[in-house]
């Protein structure tokens, strides 16, 4: 039996976290772990427990401690917890913020159940999932900038990286990865490790947003491979 997803829910309102929990917990390959009130108490948990989960579901407007802030801690001292934003604003301005921060993924509270079990699925598998809503803001945020983010001198990549770049934001697992290239699953998580590092991102969605904002990736192909 494969290991289930661990998540933890952090919303201020009782009621929409509640259901949220009552549904998710019925799936047999997911767990909630603990569901905090506001982005304080998520933070004190996670400081204090003895199993940190795979994905938190962030609330942005919370009192004491918002999404966004809570989410740079996160990013900051837990860099392997992924973090889906779920909330109410689809605002560019909301989206762009917590995508740069770091998040996985970016859902609407009005969204269908199926859509939120198929979100967090890709999301552990995979390292994001961005729809096609969110593709269009990140482009917008890309072409309205002066300046692309990092300039691509050569050797700035070697070709392997860049072919496991493309590999990562079509969405190949780490195992499907090393299947292609011939490598060991070791091997890939060596290059992985090592665009992060170059491209000074924290995780595979930040790796993601770097590769659009310097159009290394067609945001199309992205999209055919959902």
């Excluded at 890709?122 to 983010?149: C, P």
């Excluded at 595979?204 to 290394?216: D, Q, R, T, W």
């Amino acid at each position: 039996m494969e290991e289930r997803i661990s998540l933890m829910l952090a919303d201020d309102e009782v009621l929409f976290r509640t259901g949220i929990s009552f549904y998710l917990n019925r799936k047999r390959d997911i767990e909630i772990l603990f569901e905090a009130s506001d982005g304080q108490e998520l933070v004190e948990h996670l400081r204090n427990c003895e199993k940190q989960p795979n994905i938190i579901l962030m609330d942005l407007k919370m009192p004491f401690l918002n999404g966004v802030e809570a989410t740079k801690i996160i990013r900051r001292d837990y860099p392997k917890i992924k973090v889906i934003a779920l909330t109410s604003y689809n605002t560019p301005s909301f989206i762009s913020n917590m995508i740069q921060e770091g998040a996985a993924s970016y859902l609407l509270k009005n969204a269908h159940p199926d859509e939120m079990l198929k979100t967090i699925r890709e999301v552990a598998s995979k390292g994001f999932y961005y729809n096609e809503d969110v593709l269009e803001i990140i482009m917008e945020i890309r072409d309205s900038q002066k300046k692309i983010q990092s300039p691509f001198s050569e050797g700035f990549f070697t070709e392997r990286e860049r072919q496991v770049l493309e590999l990562i934001c079509m969405q190949y697992t780490l195992h499907e990865m090393a299947g292609l290239l011939c490598v060991s699953p070791r091997t890939v998580e060596g290059y992985k490790q090592s665009l992060l590092e170059k491209s000074k991102t924290k995780n595979i969605a930040g790796l993601v947003v770097f590769a659009i904002y310097n159009k290394i990736i067609n945001p199309d192909n992205l999209l055919s491979g959902m």
